[in-house]
């Protein structure tokens, strides 16, 4: 006899995990990507473009749809609006658009305000009138905060009448383009769309394809050889009760910055090497962000298209910097409060972004005063400021509640005392820190691994600060004449990435 | 364009020629060496050299060992005030009835004494879906065959060669080790005591019984490739003629009451099923099954988490076990057969 018992349901955030088709899950590298690429160009061959294009949505809507069928209507839906709202916007004009573009705007809100904030506003609201908050079953569909902010920018955009006339199947493809339709980057139509109306578009051009294949391998290396090795110790560090000490709680905060940065940037690329399959050049997303020597510096490298749509639809439409330093001020506030809203319903998101909006502030004030004092600081003392600022602040992006953070906080600062591994230290130097009351202990005790630890940010402090991004190696290395020697490291690091991809499956953004 | 679509080729052939290299010396190695013997699992042969194969090893009468259901939950001074008999437990988090067979044999235990083994069992040791980390050792993997392993692991085909690339440099390692004996302090002869008391308030047993996460019986498939593998070292064991008593642990009644009549409730009685089958093929070996019967024996205050007693319930639990022990001595002395003795019902 033979049983094969399954429930319904059971283990479901697990199946979750393992529904969502993830650039680095074998249905996707092996079947979804060269079956769809084949049905692209196939089509393109016999001058079907718009075929093609369709393909391209329908591929798309099978991507979405693979996590949950249901949230596919949930898009289908969003992008019908949106285009139909973007029309009227077009042809109307006066009163009667403002009065569409409100409408719009209101339904895109409404969505991920009730898909993404309901628990949240209900659950503060409850805490307000101090009665019992019962979270109700809302499912969060993947991607909802990059559609609808690109969708907006383009709602805004047509009232300001900067689109051109758009067909409904480049408009859906722009919205649903699979490499970007979960974790960006965020795409301007103004970007992608004039790509899509293109004739070349739908050629087989072997130099993107080269480029397609290198952006995704090292973007697939930096995600499941780099960011997945963090992981474990990030979780290790934030998720458990325990008191760290300086270096343990330096550990998993560095952990979780390099983490968070290989995860995200490594996405990036790898959408941005399927965008070069495809023909469609995505807009870059990182700049070496830890190689910024300010803040401001920071926010030019960090999430660029987030940075840009914050920027062009929120920061200059509040006044930006034109109404004086105070006002000025606010806006940075409220644009970084909000930056860190879109992230995720929770206070500590909100915090990380009040503290990135006062650092940038102080960073503006700063300048100005160095300016009149004639005075700068020196690079590797900005450096060493924007880091660890960033690196604090990334404490309450990633701790699941303010104490906990508070706690890790405490601990960086060295308000938890300063342990040290007895193993690696000699024991005339372990009297010496014991007389200064400095713990040693053996490894056992340790909450993380340093041995291995310390090598991983060692080697992602130098891939951060000292090797160049994807692009520009990519620029060094393949621009002109692609060599032998970047074909070689390219195919290794497909090669490695595609052994380590079993290890964690997720990334950081979809969350978002 | 012609040396951008050169290149392309390149990249791929150097990628496809580093998984064909891969493949090659992943079947190299599991041909050329004894990887289906191997042990990995450096707790569990520290337990076996710091208990068996000291001097006071000679005197051991009671070898506990199997899983963290047996590492947490049976207190070898309790068997020792019981039965009068001196135990260890040898048992470590995660070991599977292969890992414990093979570790047997590495150190040639059953060979030198003829004590009484006591094994704890886990569903997740014959479920081929669970095949996660700590839900499938290295030891099961490598007594898989190739095709096994890939249908197994059909889902999680990168984990599984990176899991087995560890594994190999794991005992490479392990060997160039070896020389070094390693013996370390365990408490209470092997036994790890956890004190505290199962939160049934935190929302863990609470709502949808389908929302309940368990690796253990995650895509339940069985019996399948591992239980042939459990069956196979069962018959290793079980062919040094020493009394073995295998079992099923008890449940948490919270949990076994929102798990009734559910997949979950129906794998665990199949599992006990299967096992009771499998100890009646051999004279030696003697079924347990804890999980239905002597419900009433445990309540939620004596667990720590849904699978593993605390202090209080291992104390009570590891009577009952001395106490089967003795029920087992008593057959020999009296050349009952031990079969009837426990299909008789219990106190």
Known sequence: ?512 | MKTYKRWTIITLLIFLGLMVLLVLTDLGLTVSLPLDEAVFNKEFEEKVRTFLLSEDGKAVDVILCGDSRAERQLIPDVVKDRTGLNAVNIATKGLDLVTLANGFKKYSILQNTDAFIVISTSIFQINDGAVGDGYTTPACIFNLKWTSQIKLFKKYLPYLIDKKMEYYWDYFKSHAESAKSRKKEFLEKGYLAITETIELSDGQLKGDINKITHPWYKDFTFPGRKWEIFQRALRDIASSGNPIIIFNPPGCPAWLELTQNTFMDAAERQFSAFLKQEAQKYDNVFFLDFYSENRKSFTNGMFYNLQHLNRKGADVFSRMISQDISELLKTRKNDVKAQEVFSAPRN
């Open chain 1, 1 to 512: 006899m033979r049983i094969s018992l399954r429930s319904n349901g059971f283990n479901v955030c697990q199946r979750i995990l393992e529904s969502i088709m993830l650039f680095n899950s074998y249905i996707f590298i092996i079947f979804f990507l060269p079956i769809t690429w084949l049905m692209f160009f196939l089509a393109a061959r016999y001058r079907k473009v718009d075929v093609s294009a369709g393909i391209l949505v329908v591929a798309s809507l099978i991507f979405y749809s693979y996590w949950n069928p249901k949230f596919v209507l949930l898009i289908l839906f969003s992008i019908a609006f949106n285009y139909a709202a973007g029309r009227c916007l077009e042809k109307a004009g006066g009163s009667r658009a403002k009065v569409y573009l409100i409408l719009g705007i209101a339904v895109d809100l409404g969505l991920i305000g009730y898909f993404k904030y309901a628990n949240f506003f209900l659950e503060n609201i409850s805490h307000l009138a101090d009665r019992p908050f019962q979270p109700r079953d809302i499912f969060l569909p993947l991607g909802i905060s990059f559609f609808t902010f690109q969708q907006i920018a383009y709602l805004l955009d047509c009232y300001k009448g900067l689109t051109k006339e758009n067909r409904l199947v480049h408009y859906a493809l722009f919205v649903s383009f699979f490499p970007q339709l979960i974790a960006g980057p965020i795409v301007h139509h103004g970007d992608i769309i004039p790509q899509f109306k293109k004739e070349h578009t739908y050629r087989i051009n072997y130099q993107n394809i080269a480029l397609g294949l290198c952006f995704f391998s090292l973007g697939l290396f930096k995600k499941t050889v780099i960011a997945d090795s963090f992981s474990s110790w990030v979780a290790e560090g934030f998720d458990s009760d325990a008191q760290l000490t300086l270096l343990e709680s330096w550990g998993a905060s560095l952990s979780y910055a390099f983490q968070i940065y290989f995860d995200f940037s490594g996405y990036s690329d790898m959408a941005i090497g399927l965008g070069y399959f495809f023909n469609i050049e995505l807009p870059l997303n990182f700049n070496s962000p830890y190689k910024a020597t300010s803040i401001i510096d920071f926010w030019r490298r960090w999430h660029i298209t987030l940075s840009a749509f914050l920027r062009d639809y929120l920061y200059i439409p509040l006044g930006g910097n034109r109404k004086g330093p105070v006002r000025r001020f606010v806006n940075l506030l409220v644009v970084m409060l909000l930056g860190g809203l879109w992230h995720g319903a929770s206070w500590t998101f909100v915090f990380w972004g009040f503290l990135h909006g006062f650092f940038m502030c102080v960073n503006h004030l700063f300048r100005k005063i160095f300016q009149r004092i004639n005075y700068t600081l020196p690079s590797a003392a900005a450096w060493c400021l924007t880091f660890v600022s960033v690196t604090f602040a990334w404490v309450f992006f990633r701790a699941e509640s303010f104490n906990r953070a508070l706690d890790i906080c405490k601990g960086m600062l060295g308000f938890n005392g300063v342990v040290l591994r007895s193993d690696h230290l000699p024991d005339s130097v372990a009297a010496v820190l014991h007389k200064l009351n400095i713990q040693t202990v053996w490894v056992g005790k340790w909450h993380l691994d340093p041995p291995e630890q310390r090598n991983m940010l060692i080697i992602a402090f130098i891939i951060c600060l000292f090797l160049p991004n994807v692009r520009e190696w990519s620029d060094q290395t393949m621009k002109t004449r692609p060599r032998l020697f970047a074909a070689v490291v390219v195919g290794c690091a497909l090669f490695t990435a595609f052994i380590f991809t079993g290890r964690v499956a997720e990334f950081l953004y979809y969350q978002f």
